[in-house]
């Protein structure tokens, strides 16, 4: 009878105790990861940007919970799909992504009790992959060289795969106003107060343009117009003019394929919110985002780089007391398997290594067809070659090998094949290789793909096309 009083007294004194301890909590952290996003850092760039007068300033957005900027409107979307009845309890979160919406959606799908499925290119970052996985997240694969419309397409797949599923909710990041609308509620106000008003201008890549958009119009209206917004873009994405070819750098830009019938831009980005585009190289965002890594210790995705070479242009014209922001929008972590990888730079030529034994590019040239070529095309350009690689047309004689999306085997196909289009008898990519690569490496690599002809690369274009029997173009110069 004591040691049951005891015990019944202890427990009563346990659940008071615990009582005491939640009563005393409230108000105390986060009440779940999703309060946590937002309220990143703005931290000065000094080694990269040395003899410069003009301050630039990053904002880390890699510090929110799941490492990227896109955290903001992943959360915006959700809770307003909620606000709207859209998704309801035990729901499907379906979104076409290059990762890091999906990422914030599936962070937060796991916080709030919803399955999460996302779409992503096969372009997008392993690193990425697992991360989704890693939360829980569904994560379908498609191809990234399709036009829009097309049923493999990002987008029209994930549409697909919300209306299939019951209580499915697309978040519709490119389209959803609650994307924009999340950083003129967060981002900008961040800035706006972190710089004590004094911002200039603010750099951002434009990818849906939420990011962009929302910020720029909330700066614009509390300086009464006085900040200006630079986008940062891909060389070749159409927001800034290109053509829309591929490129390397992953979530930002806009990609065109040629097969498109209508360029139709993201509702969540406002083109009329950006001052002047600056357009970046693949190169030169890669190499800023390393040299930014080395010297100033902040480890940015491509994107970032993107922005800050983007920034370091800028910097050089104007006046001396600016002050410019620069959004980062993701961590060098998700592109560890890409960016950071020295196997990846070379094999996509990013890699500014040289030796005796590595191949060059000598007086070759690229030897391909369009998927709209015939055999008899393909056999008209070979010169000598077993096989052609075919990419996607473009105008212009430069071809980004990441746009080949094929080849042709000339020694399989019959004379009665000569009008049939290569597309009909399409094989896998050739190899690809990295001028800075070591030649016994390639030989190995072709070997093992059973490729017989190689397609070396600089700076992500195919610049040379060769028989993997026949001779690789060298460089003479001793081994630095």
């Keep these: 009878m004591v040691a049951h009083e005891a015990r019944r007294q202890h427990e009563d004194g346990a659940v008071v105790l615990v009582e005491r301890i939640v009563e005393h909590a409230v108000g105390i952290g986060h009440g779940s990861i999703t309060d946590a996003i937002g309220s990143t850092p703005l931290v000065r760039l000094n080694a990269a940007a040395r003899g410069l007068r003009a301050a630039i300033f990053l904002k880390l957005e890699y510090l929110n919970p799941g490492g990227s900027i896109k955290d903001r409107a992943a959360r915006a979307m959700v809770l307003g799909a909620e606000a709207d009845g859209l998704l309801r309890p035990g729901g499907t979160i379906v979104e076409g992504t290059s990762g890091n919406t999906g990422i914030g959606l599936?962070?937060?799908?796991?916080?709030?009790?919803?399955?999460?499925?996302?779409?992503?290119?096969?372009?997008?970052?392993?690193?990425?992959?697992?991360?989704?996985?890693?939360?829980?997240?569904?994560?379908?694969?498609?191809?990234?060289?399709?036009?829009?419309?097309h049923p493999e397409h990002v987008r029209t797949l994930a549409r697909r795969i919300a209306t299939e599923i019951p209580g499915g909710w697309l978040a519709?990041?490119?389209?959803?106003?609650?994307?924009?609308?999340?950083h003129f509620d967060t981002t900008g106000p961040e800035l706006w107060n972190q710089t004590q008003g004094s911002i200039t201008h603010l750099v951002a890549g434009v990818g849906t343009g939420g990011t962009i958009t929302g910020t720029g119009e909330y700066l614009k209206a509390a300086s009464a117009g006085r900040v200006r917004i630079v986008a940062a873009d891909p060389a070749s994405s159409r927001y800034s003019g290109g053509d829309g070819r591929a490129y390397y750098v992953e979530s930002v830009g806009h990609y065109l394929?040629?097969?498109t019938d209508e360029d139709v831009w993201p509702m969540s980005y406002h083109p009329?919110?950006?001052?002047?585009?600056?357009?970046?190289?693949?190169?030169?965002?890669?190499?800023?985002?390393?040299?930014?890594?080395?010297?100033?210790?902040?480890?940015?995705?491509?994107?970032?780089?993107?922005?800050?070479?983007?920034?370091?242009?800028?910097?050089?014209?104007?006046?001396?007391?600016?002050?410019?922001?620069?959004?980062?929008?993701?961590?060098?972590?998700?592109?560890?398997?890409?960016?950071?990888?020295?196997?990846?730079?070379?094999?996509?030529?990013?890699?500014?290594?040289?030796?005796?034994d590595d191949v060059r590019t000598g007086s070759g040239k690229y030897v391909g067809v369009p998927v709209e070529a015939t055999i008899a095309d393909a056999r008209a350009v070979a010169e000598g070659l077993p096989a052609v690689p075919v990419h996607i047309r473009r105008s212009g004689s430069t071809v980004v090998a990441a746009e080949i999306v094929g080849s042709v085997d000339l020694e399989a196909t019959g004379s009665?094949?000569?009008?049939?289009?290569?597309?009909?008898?399409?094989?896998?990519?050739?190899?690809?290789?990295?001028?800075?690569?070591?030649?016994?490496?390639?030989?190995?690599?072709?070997?093992?793909?059973?490729?017989?002809?190689?397609?070396?690369?600089?700076?992500?274009?195919?610049?040379?096309?060769?028989?993997?029997?026949?001779?690789?173009?060298?460089?003479?110069?001793?081994?630095?």
């Design 106 to 149: 599936a962070l937060i799908g796991a916080a709030r009790g919803y399955r999460v499925v996302t779409v992503l290119p096969d372009k997008t970052s392993a690193d990425k992959l697992d991360f989704l996985r890693a939360l829980n997240a569904e994560v379908v694969v498609t191809a990234s060289n399709r036009p829009v419309g």
């Design 172 to 182: 519709d990041q490119y389209d959803n106003p609650a994307n924009p609308r999340a």
């Design 257 to 259: 394929h040629p097969e």
């Design 272 to 356: 009329e919110v950006v001052d002047e585009f600056i357009a970046v190289q693949d190169r030169e965002a890669l190499d800023t985002a390393r040299l930014v890594a080395a010297g100033d210790g902040i480890f940015m995705g491509g994107s970032g780089g993107l922005a800050v070479a983007a920034a370091l242009q800028l910097a050089q014209r104007v006046s001396p007391e600016s002050v410019i922001a620069v959004i980062v929008p993701d961590s060098g972590r998700n592109y560890l398997t890409k960016y950071y990888d020295e196997s990846w730079l070379a094999r996509w030529g990013f890699d500014a290594k040289s030796s005796s």
């Design 416 to 480: 009665q094949d000569s009008h049939a289009p290569v597309r009909d008898h399409l094989g896998p990519v050739p190899a690809l290789a990295g001028i800075g690569e070591p030649v016994a490496a390639i030989r190995e690599r072709a070997a093992n793909a059973g490729s017989r002809i190689v397609v070396l690369v600089r700076d992500g274009l195919a610049v040379t096309t060769i028989a993997t029997n026949g001779p690789f173009p060298s460089d003479p110069l001793p081994r630095t």
